[in-house]
């Protein structure tokens, strides 16, 4: 479970960390990719995703699926992906991973999954997208990898039973935002399993970067041999040597916008809006 109180020290530690990844930056490798999976969202397609609804992360928001309240819309070649602020309290029926039900709640989101559609074991993983608005409390878009055998709904294979974060269900955040540090930044990292259900240190090897998230960028990881190497626009922003050999397993996608905690939302709803998402591997 993600821990909000993680994210506190979020603020000190920004500048530094754009400070050092400035000078760091390295282009693209030279590695022949070709591409095994690649949607562009002319329409919403169940052969890649599906909608995903379950409680996490005491999160405020409750997720709905088929587009409800148009929190997960496809339209004129994009995903748009909504925390939608209804202005009444509804009875919500997401359950976390013990069998509780979310508490009624007047926010509704879209979150979807590549769960059981396409997964990979390595390879590269990029998303063009973009966040207008960034910063404003309580905002918490992601797009991010889980492993294939990660026990949370929608469970539909018999060895879907390994618990967060251990092997099987390993995690890595591609792009995360969390508004507790302010507009314009985002987290890349890999979680370091502490090796038991629910022990995940989520700052150990993390990078938070510096963008313009109201602007499309593309972010990507690559996890071809011993380490992940964290890209934005084809640029190298970070790279976690060692990291890709304690994640061996195929991993699903996850696109997802939720509401962290119970501010108000000053506009009436939060957009992240997805150009395409693919997959390469190495030819």
């Not at 022949?32 to 599906?50: A, C, L, M, S």
């Not at 991973?97 to 390595?122: C, H, M, P, W």
């Not at 593309?218 to 640029?235: A, K, P």
């Amino acid at each position: 479970m993600k821990i909000l109180l993680l994210f506190i020290a979020l603020t000190s530690i920004l500048l530094s960390t754009f400070s050092a990844t400035a000078i760091n930056l390295k282009p693209s490798s030279d590695n022949i990719w070709k591409t095994d999976f690649f949607d562009d969202f002319e329409t919403f397609n169940p052969d890649n995703w599906q909608d995903q609804m379950l409680w996490v992360n005491n999160e405020n928001q409750c997720y709905v699926p088929d587009n409800q309240y148009n929190t997960r819309e496809v339209s004129n070649g994009t995903l748009k992906l909504r925390v939608v602020d209804l202005g009444v309290k509804q009875p919500c029926d997401n359950l976390d991973k013990f069998g509780k039900r979310k508490l009624d709640t007047q926010y509704v989101a879209g979150r979807i999954a590549s769960k059981n559609r396409k997964e990979f074991a390595k390879g590269k993983w990029t998303a063009r997208l973009k966040v207008e608005n960034s910063g404003q409390p309580g905002m918490f878009p992601a797009w991010w990898l889980l492993g294939a055998q990660n026990n949370e709904p929608p469970l539909e294979d018999a060895d879907e039973t390994v618990c967060w974060p251990m092997t099987g269900s390993g995690e890595i955040d591609i792009f995360e935002h969390h508004s507790d540090g302010g507009p314009d930044h985002y987290a890349a990292r890999a979680i370091k399993s502490l090796g038991y259900c629910g022990g995940g240190d989520w700052q150990a090897l993390m990078l938070v970067q510096k963008t313009s998230l109201a602007e499309f960028h593309e972010y990507s990881v690559e996890w071809t041999g011993n380490s992940l190497i964290f890209r934005l626009d084809g640029v190298e922003v970070y790279r976690g040597p060692g990291q890709g050999d304690l994640i061996s397993e195929p991993m699903f996608a996850v696109l997802n916008f939720a509401k962290i905690n119970d501010s108000p939302m000053v506009l009436n709803e939060w957009v992240m809006e997805v150009d395409w998402v693919k997959h390469e591997s190495i030819r």
